[in-house]
């Protein structure tokens, strides 16, 4: 199911290519994640019935059928093999004629398959494989000290009159009082956690650069770029949309994983911007501990969010 869910998502990115036409300009890059995707589910599938990948013959396809034609029938491979149940021989030439359908279908979309398994080890790994840590970007090491968010940092938030908190670092407010804006109130004003949890973990932040007064306004084009108002916005934006789908997950709780669509949502809000470079591993770390501090707020009221950037963590603690 998970390989014939992929097909789909293969032939839904065609038709949208044939919608939009050349407008669509991601195409190339999605067609080629949803084949790398369908790639991994045959590969899994071949695993689990004992049959060898490199046992199957790859077609040399002389004549490129049209896309159309070449994706029905992959379409029509993979429906075959949801028709299979425990007949080794049947299951076999199922796989074999996928197989060569992939193959037809990859030429007659112009991809080739070794970039198509190169881009999905990529994503994987930067799924599902723990992070090199030494190797991660820090995104201002470089830079004077006064512009580096800071190392280790106690951010105290504070109950304050009319369901509002407020957030002091150093003896100082940060940022304005927040409320929930909502009239069920459901705990946003706490939000400014996760930028935090972003800070600490992913060592980015547009928003705590604002707030905290360290923009990297020595360099123009990176105070521009990385730090202006548009970053601030995308950080924004993507701490609302996460907040609106954790809402409906009751903020996570007890969950020890993020789903692949949600991080890749998050990867797309933050296209062209520095943080692009963190592993989809890290950015569920990120979220996952910032929604366990702002739990903690939520039911307290107030306390003290610590954060760390030398260990990339970020914590909770009683005021």
């Known amino acids: 199911m998970g390989l014939f869910g992929e097909v789909g998502s293969v032939l839904a990115t065609h038709k949208k290519r044939v919608r939009e036409g050349e407008s669509y300009s991601g195409f190339r890059d999605a067609l080629e994640e949803e084949f790398g995707d369908s790639l991994w589910y045959f590969v899994a599938l071949c695993r689990r019935v004992g049959v060898d990948v490199g ?24 429906a075959a093999l949801l028709e299979c149940r425990s007949a080794q021989g049947e299951t076999a030439r199922a796989l074999e004629s996928f197989w060569q359908s992939y193959h ?90 996760f930028h935090l949890a972003f800070a600490a973990i992913l060592h980015w932040s547009p928003v705590c650069r604002a707030l905290m007064g360290r923009k990297r306004k020595s360099v123009a084009s990176v105070d521009r770029t990385q730090d202006g108002g548009r970053a601030i916005a995308v950080e924004e934006g993507l701490s609302v949309w996460l907040f609106s789908y954790a809402k409906e997950m009751a903020f996570f709780e007890g969950q020890e994983s993020l789903s692949f669509d949600v991080l890749k949502t998050v990867s797309q809000f933050v296209r062209g911007y520095e943080v692009e470079q963190c592993p989809l591993r890290l950015w569920e770390r990120a979220i996952l501990e910032g929604y366990s501090v702002f739990r903690s707020l939520r039911a307290r009221g107030s306390g003290v969010v610590v954060g760390d950037r030398l260990r990339r963590g970020v914590e909770f603690r009683s005021s």
């Open 55 to 78: 046992s199957l013959e790859s077609p040399e396809v002389s004549s490129v059928e049209g896309s159309d034609d070449a994706l029905v029938a992959l379409g029509s491979a993979a």
């Open 104 to 193: 037809a279908s990859l030429q007659a979309c112009g991809l080739g398959l070794p970039q198509v398994v190169e881009t999905n080890l990529q994503k994987i790994r930067g799924r599902f494989a723990e992070p090199n840590y030494d190797a991660l970007p820090t995104f201002d090491r470089q830079f004077p000290e006064g512009e580096r968010l800071p190392a280790r940092f106690s951010v105290h938030v504070r109950e304050l009159e009319e369901g509002r908190s407020g957030l002091w670092w150093e003896g100082e407010a940060l940022g304005d009082p927040l409320d929930d804006n909502i009239e069920d109130e459901d705990g946003y004003r706490f939000h400014d956690v």
